[in-house]
Structures are given as structure tokens and as C-alpha cells.
């Protein structure tokens, strides 16, 4: 049946999560920093809250879809926030990618108040928020699943329990190194095609008919053929991300060598001025390696 979802976070995948949320049938009370974000979400059936605890009051479920930990951290622990403003069915959801070691503080805290609370980050983009298909990969109590699933499904396709408390975080943090190493790969493939004078859209189809197809090389490899840097998923997210890989590789002592170096090619990224580009705009660090 249809319920009433507090919804925190309107940015690039926060937006397109609730107007599924809407069409689901699912009444949303919506709350950003941005007056504009919220507004914009009205007109299309969404009630504006002031701040965290107003959109939680009287909701089965809150959700919040923000760019880091800070930004969870603050909209939990604030005065006027989540743990001080649970929502009645005392269900919380975090779907942003942040820490796992976070995620385990803000779970037992929650579970101090007797509020249910899960990681549940996602994987698809912009045009998987868009379409419905995410894929959903979430940590915390069966419990806490089972009365999520049905918003869950509102939003993706894909909707896993991979464990308790900070694993969907894990597991997020696994699929980022694939797609950072896999940006990469595809780079490397543009820089020597194009050097050496190929058809670079005729690469790209040969390779997604082959072994080397892959997401990224169907969704960003136009752009990064086209030379368009435009933002989906920022290469400040993105950096975060692998930031975020290494510390929890580094904590357990797991040598990530592959992620290490891709994630120094984000850093010369942000130094050129780009994190706010999108992720594929790491093309670009290769256009200044070889004078393009
Ligand atoms: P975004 O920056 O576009 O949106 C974040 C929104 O949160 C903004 O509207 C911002 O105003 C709002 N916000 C920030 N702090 C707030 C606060 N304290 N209270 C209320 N609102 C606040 O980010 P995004 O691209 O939508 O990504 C959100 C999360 O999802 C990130 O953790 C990101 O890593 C992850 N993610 C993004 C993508 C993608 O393709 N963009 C894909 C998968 C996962």
C-alpha cells in the first residue's frame, strides 16, 4: 500500500527518487537546502518541510540522499534532526554513499532509540534514478528490509540485503573502484586509438560488441569521445568515493594498487579546477598527458 515518506536530499538522484516515490502513489514530504530544489518538487505533488524533523513527522519511512558523510552526519545528529525526530514508523534510510564506519555509529545509535536504520546506497545514475532501475544494495536489520522493500522498489530494480549494519556500503564501494578503474581503462583505449588515427565511435562499438563492453563504455564513452566534461555524477563524488575505498581497504590491510593510482589521476582532475565535471572527464587527464 502507499505510504508517507520523508525525503532529505533533491539533488541529481534525490529528485528523480521522489518523483518515482510520487508516481509509486507514495505520499513524499520533501527537504533541502535549496529552497529551489524543493519548490521545483511541489509542482509535481511533493509537500515542502522545513528541515530534517519536519519532513520525518508523521512519515512511515525517512530517506536521505546527500553528497558525504558530514552532510549525513549533520542532518542525523543536528537539533533538528533524525535521531531527535525519528519519523513514526521509525525507519531510517540513508541511500548517499559515506562511510561504513559512519554508517555502524549512526546504525547504533539509532538502534539506542529503537529506530530501525539502514545503508542502502545505490548504483545506475542520473538515468537510473530517472528510470526506476537502480540497483540497491543495503546493509542493516532484515527487519528494517523488509518494511523498506516496497519504497525500495519504487525507486530500482535491483534491490539486495548484502548483510548488516555498513555492508551496502561495502559493497558500493567495491562497484566504485570497478567503475573508477574502468573510466580508466577506457581512456587509455581513446588516448591510444585516438593516437594512432582510429574511428574512435567505430572502437567503441566494436568494443561493446566484444570481452571489453562494459557500462561506462556504453553510457560516458560518447561523451568521452565528444570531449563533453558535463556533469552527471561529479568527479568530486566520485573522488569521495574512492577517497572513501581506500580508507576502508587501508583499515582491514588490503592493497588496492589499481584504486590507489586512479584515484591520484582524480586528485591531478580536481587540481586542474574539474570536480564539478562529470566522472568521465578524466579523459582529460590523459588529453594533458599526451598534448591533446
Ligand atoms: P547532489 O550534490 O546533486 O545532491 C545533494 C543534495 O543534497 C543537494 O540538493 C544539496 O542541496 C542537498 N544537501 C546537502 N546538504 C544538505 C543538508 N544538510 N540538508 C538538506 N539537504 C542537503 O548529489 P547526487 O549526485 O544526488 O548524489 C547524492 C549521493 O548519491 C552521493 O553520496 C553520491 O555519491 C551518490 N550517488 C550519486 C550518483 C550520481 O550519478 N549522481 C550515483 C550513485 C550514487
Known amino acids: 500500500g502507499a505510504g508517507t515518506v520523508g525525503f532529505i536530499g533533491l539533488g541529481t538522484?534525490?529528485?528523480?527518487?521522489?518523483?518515482?516515490?510520487?508516481?509509486?502513489?507514495?505520499?513524499?514530504?520533501?527537504?533541502?537546502?535549496?529552497?529551489?530544489?524543493?519548490d521545483e518538487l511541489v509542482a509535481h505533488g511533493a509537500t515542502a518541510a522545513d528541515g530534517p524533523a519536519e519532513a520525518a513527522a508523521?512519515?512511515?519511512?525517512?530517506?536521505?540522499?546527500?553528497?558525504?558523510?558530514?552532510?549525513?552526519?549533520?542532518?542525523?545528529?543536528a537539533a533538528g534532526g533524525l535521531l531527535a525526530n525519528p519519523p513514526r514508523g521509525r525507519l531510517v534510510v540513508d541511500m548517499s554513499t559515506i562511510s561504513p564506519v559512519a554508517v555502524r555509529r549512526i546504525h547504533a545509535d539509532f538502534a539506542a532509540r529503537d529506530v530501525a536504520f539502514l545503508d542502502a546506497p545505490v548504483s545506475g545514475g542520473p538515468v537510473g534514478a530517472k528510470n526506476g532501475t537502480l540497483s540497491i544494495m543495503v546493509g542493516g536489520d532484515p527487519e528494517g528490509f523488509a518494511r523498506a522493500h516496497p519504497f525500495f522498489g519504487a525507486m530500482g530494480t535491483t534491490i539486495t540485503h548484502v548483510g548488516g549494519p555498513g555492508a551496502g556500503q561495502t559493497v558500493k564501494l567495491c562497484n566504485q573502484l570497478v567503475c573508477g578503474i574502468n573510466i580508466q581503462a577506457i581512456c587509455e583505449a581513446i588516448a591510444l586509438g585516438r593516437a594512432s588515427?582510429?574511428?574512435?565511435?567505430?572502437?567503441?562499438?566494436?568494443?561493446?560488441?566484444?570481452?571489453?563492453?562494459?557500462?561506462?563504455?556504453?553510457?560516458?564513452?560518447?561523451?568521452?569521445?565528444?570531449?563533453?566534461?558535463?556533469a552527471g555524477f561529479r568527479i568530486d563524488l566520485m573522488f569521495k568515493d574512492l577517497r572513501l575505498v581506500q580508507e576502508h581497504a587501508q583499515a582491514l590491510s588490503v592493497p588496492l594498487p589499481g584504486t590507489a593510482l586512479v584515484t591520484s589521476q582524480y586528485v591531478e582532475a580536481r587540481a586542474h579546477g574539474e570536480g564539478a565535471n562529470g566522472n568521465q572527464a578524466l579523459f582529460r587527464v590523459y588529453d594533458r598527458m599526451t598534448n591533446q
Do not use: C, F
Request: charged content about 25%; glycine content about 10%.
Open 13 to 38: 538522484m534525490g529528485r528523480e527518487m521522489v518523483l518515482n516515490l510520487l508516481k509509486a502513489g507514495h505520499a513524499v514530504r520533501v527537504s533541502d537546502l535549496r529552497r529551489e530544489a524543493m
Open 58 to 77: 508523521g512519515a512511515d519511512i525517512a530517506i536521505t540522499m546527500l553528497p558525504d558523510t558530514p552532510d549525513v552526519e549533520a542532518v542525523v545528529y
Open 197 to 230: 588515427g582510429v574511428d574512435l565511435e567505430q572502437l567503441r562499438k566494436v568494443l561493446l560488441g566484444g570481452s571489453a563492453a562494459s557500462w561506462m563504455l556504453d553510457r560516458l564513452g560518447p561523451a568521452m569521445i565528444a570531449g563533453d566534461a558535463s
